[in-house]
């Protein structure tokens, strides 16, 4: 609320004014001067001085990749980049939202693949011009080993970039700086793509649900739930039986139809 209300202020026309226990600092938002509380983020810096986010802004949680921000500080010739939703401001920061950027995406058939070098080198011959600057990994967010995953794939390690790449949310940030034009990101979803598909143990309980599935066991219960009303629906969330704090793992609802 008092975020709401030190912005009516300054879009009046007022002075900003920090909300209790915050100082503002002074940023540059497409070019253009704000002061806005030091502890927001850039994504709510940027609401805060009254931009409204409807492209590239979606999980708030650093989980969707889809904030990714470009930014400079003044006294260095360095471009940063980061998550708007998870990098807090910084004084006399400038800032813009870089929108999607036409990143290589091969279409191909995982069915029809191989979880092979040869896949990642036919579906993706640009890895071979990786120089090897790093830049790529001090770019990412998510602190991953993005040169290490793109050496990996040149040497045809599915599974290990797989592995290395497990926490990638394909933000293209990675890609944005990349000197060698590479999009890592589509070259390590492909090799979780093949692992998954191809060399990850099978899970037999997830065939076992599948099956489950199909059989339609959830059909009739789902059917239900779309023809109730809101009333009826709030009912059943808010009596909905839950697992008590600290449950084990073998906790079982008393209900057990739908297990
Ligand atoms: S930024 Fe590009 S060229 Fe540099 S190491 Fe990463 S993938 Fe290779
Ligand atoms: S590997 Fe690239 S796309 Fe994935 S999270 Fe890191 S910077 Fe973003
Ligand atoms: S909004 Fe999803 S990662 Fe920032």
């Known amino acids: 609320m008092a975020y ?3 912005q009516e202020k300054m879009k009046a026309g007022g002075e900003a004014q920090a909300p209790a226990g915050e100082s503002l600092i002074p940023v540059f938002i497409m070019g253009k001067r704000y002061e806005v509380p030091d502890t927001l983020t850039i994504q709510k810096a940027m609401e805060y001085a009254g931009y409204q986010l409807i492209r590239g802004c979606g999980c708030r949680g650093g989980i969707c990749g889809a904030c990714g921000t470009v930014y400079r500080m003044p006294d260095t010739y360095r471009i940063e980049v980061g998550l708007a939703c998870q990098t807090v401001v910084k004084p006399n920061m400038y800032l ?18 191989q979880p092979t070098g040869s896949t990642i080198a036919q579906l993706y011959p640009e890895v071979f011009k990786c120089v090897g600057c790093n830049t790529c990994t001090r770019s990412c967010p998510m602190d991953i080993e993005v040169m290490e995953y793109m050496s990996q794939a040149i040497r045809g390690n599915v599974e290990r970039v797989a592995e290395l790449s497990f926490d990638c949310v394909m933000c293209g940030l990675c890609a944005s700086r990349c000197p060698a034009e590479e999009v890592q990101f589509n070259v390590a979803i492909l090799c979780r793509r093949l692992y998954a598909k191809y060399l ?8 076992q ?3 489950v599935l199909d059989g339609g066991k959830y059909k009739g219960g789902l059917k239900k739930l779309m023809e109730s009303d809101t009333d009826e629906l709030k009912k059943l969330y808010v009596e909905r039986e ?5 449950a084990d793992e073998f906790w079982t609802p008393q209900n057990t ?3």
């Open 242 to 246: 839950t697992e008590p704090e600290g």
């Open 257 to 259: 139809q739908y297990l």
């Open 96 to 113: 813009t939202q870089i929108p999607f950027f036409p990143a290589n995406k091969t279409i191909y058939n995982i069915d029809e693949l």
């Open 4 to 6: 709401r209300e030190a």
């Open 200 to 207: 990850a143990p099978r899970a037999e309980h997830l065939a």
């Open 209 to 211: 649900m599948v099956s």
